[in-house]
């Protein structure tokens, strides 16, 4: 596999279910991101890890959850989720921004269409 | 309130012909911007960038202009390929972040 992958690529669930997606990057990056994309609506950044480390947190509704065990590994646990939480999710990799230096570009996966019953 | 904008939605361009897409920030902060291109199905991926420090940035077939004053850059193609059909996003960051922000997307078609 090359590049940044995402499982699943499509998942329909209830409200009432718990469900997990799944990102890798296989660019030997440091820092990922999950985004959120929603019809006519710019991406929108919700979380960031840097080297494990969640490092930010867009005011995201707890009932999402990510998790980073290692820096090729990006996880987003959904429970409870809201209808209007269906989008694509996004997840991206890209090197460590430092201070002071121009930030990395992203690679981003394909993204999972999410749809909220 | 959106600091990057995207103001075209959709445009339709000659095969051949020049592909002008636009984009405006409202925040100075910004030094750093990037333009990435999506197909169906498939995440974004990058396609070109300027830094503030210049006003030009060239990469075979695409040019991104920055206009720091007018707060505006804009991406040319050219010539434009049928291939090159596709969802533009303009993105905007502060250097030493880890945010990026993007603007809504313009759906760029080439007809041949």
């Known amino acids: 596999e090359t590049g940044v992958t995402q499982t699943p690529r499509h998942l329909v669930m209830g409200m009432t279910n718990k469900k997990s997606l799944k990102c890798e990057q296989h660019l030997g990056h440091n820092a990922m991101y999950w985004y959120k994309q929603s019809a006519k609506k710019p991406l929108e950044l919700m979380f960031v890890?840097?080297?494990?480390?969640?490092?930010e947190n867009n005011s995201v509704p707890s009932r999402f959850s990510p998790e980073c065990p290692n820096s090729s590994h990006l996880f987003l646990h959904l429970h409870t989720l809201q209808p209007e939480d269906s989008a694509l999710y996004l997840c991206a990799s890209s090197q460590e921004a430092l201070a002071g230096q121009k930030p990395y570009e992203q690679y981003f996966g394909p993204g999972t269409r999410l749809t909220v019953t | 309130d959106q600091q990057v904008k995207q103001n075209s939605p959709s445009l339709s361009v000659q095969e051949g012909r020049i592909s002008i897409l636009n984009c405006d920030y409202t925040?100075?902060?910004?030094?750093?911007f990037l333009w990435y291109k999506k197909y169906p199905a498939e995440g974004p991926t990058f396609l070109i960038s300027?830094?503030?420090?210049?006003d030009k940035n060239e990469d075979g077939r695409f040019t991104v202009f920055l206009n720091k004053s007018a707060k505006h850059l804009s991406l040319h193609i050219v010539p434009s390929q049928p291939g090159d059909s596709a969802v533009y996003f303009c993105?905007?960051?502060?250097?030493?972040?880890?945010?990026?922000?993007f603007g809504t997307g313009t759906r760029l078609k080439v007809l041949a």
């Open positions: 890890y840097s080297l494990e480390e969640r490092v």
């Open positions: 925040n100075s902060m910004f030094d750093y």
């Open positions: 993105a905007a960051s502060v250097s030493g972040t880890y945010k990026y922000i």
């Open positions: 300027i830094s503030s420090i210049k």
